[in-house]
């Protein structure tokens, strides 16, 4: 599993764009980059996926370049409610062995 | 989206004593399921893997006979963690996949808080 490098922590204040950057530099042609974002004493929940370019979804968006080494989630106008842990998983999820394993995270505060 | 469900939410259990946490996906079928723990201001920490119908492979330095899992249906895995001890206190989270699906998701359960006094 490609290991994954995020800053530990950003804070940014309420309607403003949060941009998170993972670095996934020894990804594998088959793996998937997944974020996924953690309320304290509750369970990852999943926020989006993508293999390559640009994946959007209702909640948010993912900015994957051409060499795939980096991945960036970008949450428009985040609430209170947004602050969390937010983690990058990089692999491949189709194969049968494959183990999700999570980095440290990045822990998102948001501020009124 | 998928719902794994996890119960108990919190335990508390004395010294010693053996507690059983369960997860069940409930509209799916789980052909693997992954345990992990979480100590406060921490990541997850994978502790096993679980395909259905077989056992567990787990992680380095996590001990198989006192974390006993068992994943013997397509919806159900448990973790028993056995003559648990203070140090056992930790937040423990299941995750479950089927993989014989395109879609590549892993679903979380909500979490069991144990407590060990």
């Known amino acids: 599993l490609a290991k994954t490098t995020q800053p530990i922590s950003m804070d940014s204040y309420e309607g403003q764009e949060v941009n998170i950057t993972c670095s996934h530099n020894?990804?594998?042609?088959?793996?998937?980059i997944t974020w996924y974002q953690q309320f304290p004493s509750q369970g990852p929940r999943f926020i989006i996926q993508g293999y390559k370019t640009k994946v959007t979804n209702e909640v948010a968006s993912l900015f994957i370049p051409a060499d795939r080494k980096s991945s960036t989630l970008s949450l428009p106008r985040v609430s209170l409610s947004d602050t969390a842990v937010y983690y990058c998983?990089?692999?491949?999820?189709?194969?049968?062995?494959?183990?999700?394993?999570f980095g440290g995270g990045t822990r998102v505060l948001v501020k009124p | 989206g998928a719902v794994v469900s996890q119960h108990p939410s919190r335990v508390i259990c004395k010294s010693g004593t053996s507690v059983k946490i369960e997860c069940r996906s409930l509209?799916?079928?789980?052909?693997?399921m992954f345990w992990y723990r979480q100590f406060p201001k921490q990541s997850l920490m994978l502790m096993a893997t679980?395909?259905?119908?077989?056992?567990?492979?787990?992680e380095q330095g996590v001990e198989k006979d006192k974390f006993l899992i068992n994943h013997a249906s397509l919806t159900l895995s448990t973790l028993t963690v056995t003559s648990a001890h203070p140090e056992d206190s930790s937040f423990y989270i299941c995750s479950a996949r089927d993989l014989r699906q395109m879609n590549t998701e892993a679903f979380f359960g909500q979490g069991t808080r144990l407590t060990v006094v």
């Open positions: 509209d799916f079928q789980a052909t693997t």
């Open positions: 998983l990089v692999g491949d999820w189709k194969a049968a062995g494959n183990k999700l394993t």
């Open positions: 020894n990804i594998a042609t088959n793996d998937y």
């Open positions: 679980s395909n259905e119908g077989s056992k567990a492979t787990y």
